[in-house]
């Protein structure tokens, strides 16, 4: 945690206080809307699954 009750976005790098925590990584609520709304066929789907794939090699480091 930051300050305040606030935590660093493992997908935009924004401080953000509302969000959800996936084992030790953070992800704000505006991403993780995005996220859940983006379709595969969508230009952002890869950057999203590379952030994803961020969290699995940490957890299986």
């Known amino acids: 945690m930051d300050q305040e009750g ?3 976005c493992m997908v935009c790098g924004q401080p953000k206080e ?5 084992v030790t990584e953070f992800i704000c609520t505006s ?4 996220m859940v709304n983006t ?4 230009e952002r789907y890869p950057f999203f699954v590379r952030q994803l794939r961020q ?7």
């Not at 969290?55 to 480091?61: Q, S």
């Open 18 to 22: 509302e969000g959800i925590q996936i």
């Open 39 to 42: 379709k595969v066929e969508d």
């Open 31 to 34: 991403c993780e809307s995005e």
């Open 6 to 8: 606030t935590r660093t």
């Open 55 to 61: 969290l699995w090699v940490r957890f299986h480091a």
